[in-house]
């Protein structure tokens, strides 16, 4: 049986373009990992009424498809405050009563005892949100309070609503609904691939390996990029395994010095694994690269510091570069970045060394210095630094950004070198 998967992400700071819709994109990355393609997004802002619009139409629209099945996934609107009306629009368009979920009540009980309130205190408002409409399936809340739940709107029409909190919608996501999905559908079975291509912007990549593979142009495969600072990140999802091991052994060969896989999840895992430590010493970044490592769980395994000497005197002070190599090589420097390196060794018993010194501008370039030049270095612990020079084009974020992202990138470089 066909089916169509529409994905809504309700918010008025969606739409007034204050904050991002993450949520749409983590599932439909989830889904077409799983051969399971979304038909269409939506943003609705925090209105009842364009809400119950956008969701009636949806369904009239899918009861038009007979042979189909079809799943609206909305993300947002279950909380306690007053401009939270997922609920209230369901019950509208369904035509039933509200029931609560008993184990939601008594987590929200739970979290007042614990904060040492009386359970008198729960006000009506905050009990909104154990509410769901009656019939419906509940899926529990592990991360926060509000459940979700799956309303069918008509036959083969489910509705699937989940709180808009991230970390609370990719643990429903993922334990309660997902297998609801595939229990309806039968998706191909499809494989997916990736890799990141260093310093190599869309076009070029496009240019260059798109238009000119043959497995490429059957159309069999689907294939996407997506441009971040440093560089792009490529995907491939094709029914048939053997393409993608062969679309894989093609890039290395195009790309040999720039091709990698996902180096910031797969360099913690190394340096984990091998029993391994890294501190980093960073200027213009100004701790940028200490937050990616530790962004991650884990990262007290194998990150030990991250210096943020952006100053010559704390070069000096803190990571022994020569006062003599900043007055006559400059801070922006390979012998800088190098000597940045070796001071770290000083300071701590590490196994690699990893330095950034560079200028981010808006200011302070010049016709032998401009703007986005950047000096990365990498060091092995009883071995030669090894530095890079960049020269980034953008404005200061951009510079900082990417110069955070090759940082990661070299090292990734020296330890599986």
């Known amino acids: ?78 909380g306690p405050t007053e401009d939270d009306y997922t609920v209230d629009v369901i019950l509208k368009i369904l035509n039933k009563p509200a029931e609560q979920v008993v184990k939601a009540r008594l ?49 083969n029409v489910h509705l699937c609503c989940m709180p808009g909190v991230p970390p609370e919608m990719r643990e429903m996501f993922t334990r309660r609904l997902l297998p609801k999905i595939r229990e309806s559908i039968t998706p191909q079975k499809m494989y997916r691939a990736e890799k990141l291509i260093w310093n190599q912007g869309e076009s070029l990549y496009q240019e260059k390996f798109v238009k000119n593979h043959p497995i ?14 440093g560089y792009v990140k490529v995907t491939f999802l094709s029914p048939k395994e053997s393409d993608l091991a062969t679309l894989l052994i093609d890039l290395d060969k195009m790309f040999p010095d720039s091709c990698s896989d996902d180096i910031f999840l797969l360099t913690p895992k190394i340096l984990i694994d091998q029993n391994q430590k890294i501190a980093v010493a960073e200027s213009c970044t100004g701790g940028w690269v200490g937050k990616l490592f530790t962004d991650l769980p884990g990262s007290s395994k194998y990150f030990i510091s991250s210096l943020v000497t952006y100053d010559n005197i704390a070069k000096e002070n803190i990571l022994f570069v020569n006062s003599e190599t900043l007055q006559k090589k400059g801070a922006v420097s390979p012998e800088v970045a190098i000597q940045m390196t070796q ?75």
């Open 1 to 78: 049986m066909n089916y169509s998967i529409t994905i809504i992400a309700t918010g008025s700071e969606i739409t007034g373009g204050k904050s991002q819709d993450t949520n749409s994109m983590w599932m439909a990355n989830e889904l077409s990992g799983l051969g399971i393609k979304v038909r269409n997004f939506l943003a609705l802002p925090d209105d009842p009424e364009i809400i119950y619009e956008e969701v009636s139409s949806l369904r009239d629209r899918s009861l038009q498809r007979k042979d189909e099945v079809s799943w609206i996934i909305l993300t947002g609107g279950l």
């Open 107 to 155: 987590r929200l009980e739970a979290i007042y005892k614990a904060r040492g309130r009386d359970l008198g205190d729960i006000v009506p408002a905050v009990l909104r949100q154990t509410r769901i409409p009656a019939d419906s399936i509940p899926l529990d809340n592990k991360v926060g309070i509000a459940p979700g739940f799956i309303s069918d709107l008509a036959p």
């Open 216 to 229: 490429l142009q059957t159309g069999r495969v689907e294939w996407g990029v997506t441009a971040k600072r």
């Open 343 to 417: 001071g770290l060794e000083k300071h701590f018993d590490v196994d690699y060394s990893l330095s950034i010194t560079g200028i981010a501008g808006p200011e302070g370039g010049t016709e032998d210095k401009p703007v986005g030049l950047v000096y990365i270095a990498t060091k092995k612990k009883g071995q030669a630094a090894r530095v890079i020079e960049y020269r980034f084009p953008g404005n200061r974020e951009i510079i900082r950004e990417a110069s955070a992202h090759n940082a990661m990138f070299q090292l990734y470089k020296e330890i599986t070198q």
